[in-house]
């Protein structure tokens, strides 16, 4: 399998909208192998395919000890929300070494197609629920820090700007 490259806020592409995928094929598959090793390798508990720069419908993720349960999740819908909500701190792979605080619904209810293209239901809540609803939004174009101030958001860019700079001249 391969690891591939994570995209890096500020990237334009982070928001695209992604669009449905049509069918869960050999090709699908192996993204989906090649999207576990890379959320593994970089000690993620989420990706979203846009974030490699693939813009249809399909995230992994792994919220497990062990490491060692993996949930596909193609064409995902959130069907219900809970309105009791709670603040945790997020992370992402796509802003490295950053943190805040995020409100999202403590609980969800959710369809989608499984690695293996069967359509299946869903009941998450806690760290699962929070981890879906931050993949799901990098699906629709939006990652976590466009929750943050506009100040926080700025000073997160110019960060993520600074170390992209250092990094190309190293």
Request: aromatic share 4%; with cysteine.
């Amino acid at each position: 399998m391969a690891l591939l490259p994570i995209l890096c806020y500020p990237d334009p592409r982070l928001h695209t909208v992604a669009k449905p995928v049509q069918a869960v094929d050999a090709r699908i598959k192996a993204l989906i192998a090649d999207m576990l090793d890379t959320m593994y390798d970089a000690n993620g508990i989420g990706l979203a395919a846009t974030q490699i720069n693939v813009h249809e419908r399909l995230i992994v993720i792994d919220v497990s000890e062990g490491r060692n349960e993996p949930l596909v999740l193609i064409n995902p819908e959130i069907t219900w929300a809970s309105a009791d909500q709670q603040v945790n701190d997020e992370g992402c792979l796509s802003v490295p070494g950053i943190y805040d605080g995020v409100a999202r619904a403590s609980a969800i209810r959710l369809t989608a197609l499984d690695g293996e293209g069967v359509s299946r239901s869903l009941e998450a809540e806690g760290l699962l629920a929070v981890c879906i609803q931050h993949e799901m939004d990098h699906l629709m174009g939006k990652v976590f820090v466009e929750y943050l101030s506009p100040l926080k958001r700025n000073r997160i860019k110019s960060k993520m700007l600074k170390a992209r700079r250092e990094a190309e001249r190293a």
